[in-house]
Every structure is written in structure tokens, then in C-alpha cells.
């Protein structure tokens, strides 16, 4: 168990539909983060949150809604999906944002989502 | 911009060492990293190393940073079978007064018997 917990592993939704992926962690952390990952695609950053509040959003579509209730939980919202949305999302999370230190990342397994 | 670079796919023999390439462009990073990607796992740090250091050395793990060039690589010694994973480098960015680390899109490492 890496400490960052994700569900649902899978999930198969179609364009209409609307569902959520959720992220916990339990490490303490203050930031907290939703990357895509694509094949043969650098791992893309969507959202980024610290102490709660975003920090980052990077011209991510509006189909894709972050919550970050609180330091521990972190939700993406998912609304009218296209199949190039099919990816591998990861949720991941760190001490915090900024400062000098080397600010590792400890990841999710990640939510397989395939938009039919 | 802030492109990370590397190979998509390497392979080799076990027991042989395995050298994995990549390149950045932003000159501000102060963090390099590599992180490993297991099957059906989320990624997970292997080593990472500071842009004012050459090298690092940890067990069978040896980075090299060559910041004029901007070229990092992992270099693992002995690769074993279980060493088979993507392999991500990444940059800590420090622009814009905000901090996010810049994956590249993973190196696949196949280890034969």
C-alpha cells in the first residue's frame, strides 16, 4: 500500500454519463495532485492543490471538475467525456507546493478510466 | 518550454547493466528525478538528485546529471528481471513564483532471461 488510495480502479463510462474519481491519503501531506497519463505521452499535470486551495490548474476541460474537500481527499468530477479521455489518471500528493526541498511525489495506483 | 525527453523502449539482457537518457530544457530546475512505474502500480520514487551535484549512487542505482547539456540518466547495475517497469524522469520547475514536477512520457525497460 503506497499510502495514496484511489477508487475506483476501473471504471467504463459513457459520454453522457457523469462519475467521480476520489483520492485519500493518510501521509499527512498538504498537496495534493491529479496527473493524466496516456501512452507514449508525458505524464500530463491537470490539477494541483495546497492546504486546499488550487494552485494550478493547467487549461484542463471544463469536463473535468477537481474537489478538494480537505487536505486528505481529493475528487476529480467527470461530465460528457470524450473517448480520448480514456487514460490512466493518478492521483499523487506531497508535503507541500513551493519551498526549497525536493518535494517528492508518493503516487496512487492510479483509476483506469475508458470513455466508450 | 518545459519538455522532459526520453526513449520510449530498452532492452537488455539480464545481468547486463541498463542506461536510461533523458533530457530537459529548463535551466532553473533545482530537482531531477527518476521514478519507476511497476505494473498495474502508480509511480514511485527511485532516487532523485540536486542540479548543483554530477552524480549519485545508491546500491545498483547511479545517476549522472550533465547540466550544460542538460542530460540526466539512470544507470542500473546487474539488471534484474524485476527491474522490468517504465522508468519516468522528471524536473522540479520553479517558474511562475509555483512549483510542479515535469514528467517525461517513461522509458519502458524489458529485461530478457
Known amino acids: 500500500e503506497t499510502g495514496v488510495t484511489q477508487t475506483p480502479r476501473h471504471l467504463v463510462m459513457g459520454m453522457t454519463n457523469k462519475k467521480s474519481l476520489k483520492c485519500e491519503q493518510h501521509l499527512g501531506h498538504n498537496a495534493m495532485y491529479w496527473y493524466k497519463q496516456s501512452a507514449k505521452k508525458p505524464l500530463e499535470l491537470m490539477f494541483v492543490?495546497?492546504?486546499?486551495?488550487?494552485?494550478e490548474n493547467n487549461s484542463v476541460p471544463s469536463r473535468f471538475s477537481p474537489e478538494c474537500p480537505n487536505s486528505s481527499h481529493l475528487f476529480l468530477h467527470l461530465h460528457t467525456l470524450q473517448p480520448e479521455d480514456s487514460a490512466l489518471y493518478l492521483c499523487?500528493?506531497?508535503?507541500?507546493?513551493?519551498?526549497?526541498?525536493?518535494?517528492?511525489?508518493?503516487f496512487g495506483a492510479g483509476s483506469r478510466l475508458t470513455v466508450l | 518550454g518545459e519538455d522532459v525527453e526520453q526513449s520510449l523502449f530498452l532492452s537488455v539482457r539480464e545481468g547486463d547493466s541498463s542506461v536510461i537518457n533523458c533530457t530537459y530544457t529548463?535551466?532553473?530546475?533545482?530537482?531531477l528525478y527518476w521514478y519507476k512505474q511497476e505494473p498495474g502500480a502508480g509511480l514511485q520514487l527511485l532516487t532523485y538528485?540536486?542540479?548543483?551535484?554530477d552524480m549519485k549512487q545508491d546500491q545498483r542505482l547511479t545517476v549522472l546529471l550533465n547540466k550544460k547539456d542538460k542530460h540526466l540518466s539512470l544507470r542500473i547495475a546487474d539488471t534484474q528481471t524485476g527491474d522490468s517497469a517504465i522508468y519516468f524522469c522528471?524536473?522540479?520547475?520553479?517558474?511562475?513564483?509555483?512549483?510542479?514536477?515535469?514528467f517525461g512520457a517513461g522509458t519502458r525497460l524489458f529485461v530478457k532471461a
Open positions: 492543490y495546497n492546504f486546499k486551495e488550487q494552485t
Open positions: 529548463d535551466s532553473s530546475s533545482t530537482y
Open positions: 538528485i540536486f542540479s548543483n551535484m
Open positions: 522528471a524536473e522540479k520547475d520553479v517558474k511562475w513564483g509555483g512549483f510542479k514536477t515535469i
Open positions: 499523487a500528493s506531497s508535503q507541500d507546493v513551493g519551498g526549497p526541498g525536493a518535494n517528492v511525489l508518493t
